[in-house]
């Protein structure tokens, strides 16, 4: 039972049109078209805009946390693999190697992501759930997530920001004028890219 794996990248996040208050995270195939939705909570997708914007935040985050720890411990993240879906629910391990032992971890798929994007670990998929779960092509253009980019930047914007912003309060508060003035130049970036 050896099943073809794809590689896949992360190619957007956006708002839900299907669930209030989710995102989905696109993935798409390295080297090809097809791309497979998957629909995260709130706290992944920042996780992984935070990542993929390259924000450091004051204090470590759980994924940031979870990646140092593993660092410290030398287990390195070799790769994730999406291996089942189940109503809509994609289920993945993490595949990590410690010393000579190889580990295989069962995870939620949005945290497998946001883990693979710290630790730039490859992201695998089971070709045959890549096929039944792609988005179609329509007319030789992927469509569902056209327009998607003001959901981004609203994603952005609101989770983002907010945590940028409480960041910079917490530097004043402690005087850390320096931080703070970093923290203010990226929220204005920010900002100015909306």
Not at 100 to 126: G, K
Not at 168 to 176: F, G, H, I, P, Y
């Amino acid at each position: 039972m050896n099943k073809k794996k794809i590689e896949l990248q992360v190619l957007n996040i956006s708002n839900s049109q299907a669930q209030a208050g989710a995102y989905a995270l696109v993935l798409g195939e390295v080297g090809g078209e097809r791309q497979l939705p998957i629909i995260i909570g709130a706290t992944e997708a920042q996780a992984m805009v935070i990542e993929m914007k390259g924000i450091v935040p004051p204090r470590p985050l759980t994924h940031n946390l979870f990646a140092s720890v593993l660092e410290v411990l030398g287990v390195k993240l070799m790769r994730i693999l999406i291996y089942k879906v189940d109503n809509g629910v994609f289920y993945s391990y993490l595949y990590m190697k410690a010393e000579e032992t190889i580990l295989r971890i069962d995870a939620r798929t949005s945290d497998a992501v946001a883990l693979a994007l710290r630790m730039n670990a490859p992201i695998f998929v089971y070709e045959d759930i890549l096929e039944a779960e792609c988005l179609k092509t329509v007319e030789g253009s992927i469509d569902p997530m056209e327009g998607s980019e003001p959901d981004k930047d609203e994603l952005l914007q609101e989770d983002t920001i907010g945590i940028l912003k409480t960041a910079l309060q917490k530097a004043v508060d402690e005087e850390d004028y320096e931080r703070a003035a970093q923290l203010r130049d990226q929220i204005n970036q920010l900002k100015n890219n909306l």
